[in-house]
């Protein structure tokens, strides 16, 4: 059963149209009664999607607002959520389209995606680091204090506020919290990855080449556990080679000043943790701001500017995700977070997080962009959120 159509409804008025929670609502119970409205087999302009997805594209009121909905069956065995890098790295960019096209073979069928977490948009080093939390395939490829959605060990969703923690520990009280796959600031550290980079991109302080202690405890990096390394190499200036077997901990300038005992042959312990311990998680992407958390909305004070808009929910029943076109004038103008918030709630989510919008929000659809993105083209992204289907 999809949703389709592109008229208002008989018997609701202009002024309610202008709402958009009530007109979806009246959608939804008209596509219950009448799952036959579209012939989408005969329209070639509608994607092939299997059962248990449904697709809701409206435009609604005066304001006016492009909406396009996806939900999807929680039962167990229909779908997977897994999340993907652009060109496969935390620097890399790429389309939604193209991180889908991008998948390894041994997936199952991609049936849809939207754009995931905020990042680094300016050029440079770290263009495409994303802002918040970010888990592939299990591993932790960029750290959060934020908010964030993941896919828990049960395969239900979750959404909430995440704080990660890597606490890396020496000899003679050496202790320090690393950040994870980013720019190292000259009183920091940071440890990079072979997911990263073909090098670190450091270009002061020292890095600090590590090889495992335990090699059956190793990559890739994981929540819950705890990694021992061998310092094998300092490279001064920085920009380290990320090989495939090879951690790198960047010190910067300042810090590496006050731990002058780094050297080769030193032995570090590298604890990695989270809160909520998402130590069985293998998917999850950061966002914000969460919208609903436990059927309340959150409130917001001040001007609440409108712009295109990325967001996922869910509920007991369905996961859902929608993007609103926007910057469009005539066409789509965006919508604040009250908004997107009520839309949310009113398309049946208890709980539901802001995802990156404006040029990037993009849905794909079993081939095909269905929204309008305001740049006019696809945006490459830093990552992304994929729906698979699961093999039976």
Same mark, same amino acid.
């Given at each position: ?105 041994? +997936? @199952?069928?991609?049936? =849809? $995606? ?9 050029? &440079? %080093?770290?263009?495409? *680091? ?104 300092? +490279? @001064?200036?920085?920009? =380290? $080679? ?9 010190? &910067? %300038?300042?810090?590496? *000043? ?135």
């Amino acid at each position: 059963m999809r949703f389709c159509g592109s008229n208002i409804p008989s018997g609701v008025s202009r002024k309610a149209a202008r709402r958009p929670g009530v007109l979806l609502s009246v959608l939804i119970s008209i596509s219950v009664l009448q799952p036959l409205v579209c012939a989408q087999v005969a329209d070639p302009v509608w994607p092939r999607i299997p059962a248990g997805v449904e697709y809701l594209q409206r435009r609604i009121g005066d304001v006016p607002w492009a909406i396009h909905v996806l939900k999807f069956d929680r039962s167990p065995g229909s779908f997977d959520f897994v999340t993907a890098l652009g060109q496969g790295t935390v620097s890399g960019l790429a389309s939604v389209r193209r991180q889908v096209d991008d998948l390894p073979l041994d +997936r @199952a069928q991609a049936v =849809a $995606a939207v754009n995931g977490d905020f990042f680094i948009i300016r050029p &440079g %080093p770290y263009q495409g *680091d994303p802002t918040g939390l970010h888990i592939v395939d299990g591993q932790l490829v960029s750290t959060s204090r934020g908010a964030a959605f993941w896919i828990d060990a049960d395969d239900s969703p979750r959404i909430g506020e995440v704080s990660t923690r890597i606490h890396i520990t020496g000899p003679e009280g050496f202790a320090i919290q690393a950040g994870l796959n980013q720019q190292c600031a000259g009183n920091a550290a940071v440890l990079f990855t072979p997911v990263f980079c073909a090098s670190t991109r450091t270009s002061a302080g020292s890095d600090l080449v590590l090889e495992a202690m335990d090699r059956e405890n190793w990559l890739p990096l994981r929540i819950g556990r705890t990694y021992t390394a061998r310092v094998v190499e300092v +490279r @001064a200036g920085g920009n =380290a $080679a990320l090989t495939p077997h090879r951690m790198v901990l960047a010190v &910067g %300038p300042d810090l590496l *000043d006050r731990h002058p005992t780094l050297a080769e042959g030193t032995v570090l312990e590298i604890a990695v943790s989270s809160s909520p311990d998402l130590k069985s998680v293998r998917t999850a992407v950061g966002g914000g701001p969460i919208l609903i958390q436990d059927g309340k909305l959150r409130s917001w004070q001040g001007n609440q500017p409108r712009h295109p808009r990325t967001a996922v929910g869910f509920n007991k029943d369905a996961i859902f995700l929608v993007v609103v076109d926007g910057r469009q004038q005539g066409l789509s103008a965006g919508m604040t977070f009250p908004e997107l918030a009520g839309l949310m709630e009113e398309i049946g989510c208890t709980d539901a997080v802001n995802l990156d919008g404006g040029g990037s929000s993009t849905m794909w659809l079993g081939g095909r962009v269905m929204n309008q993105p305001s740049d006019g083209r696809e945006r490459p992204v830093a990552n992304s959120l994929i729906v698979v289907h699961k093999s039976k």
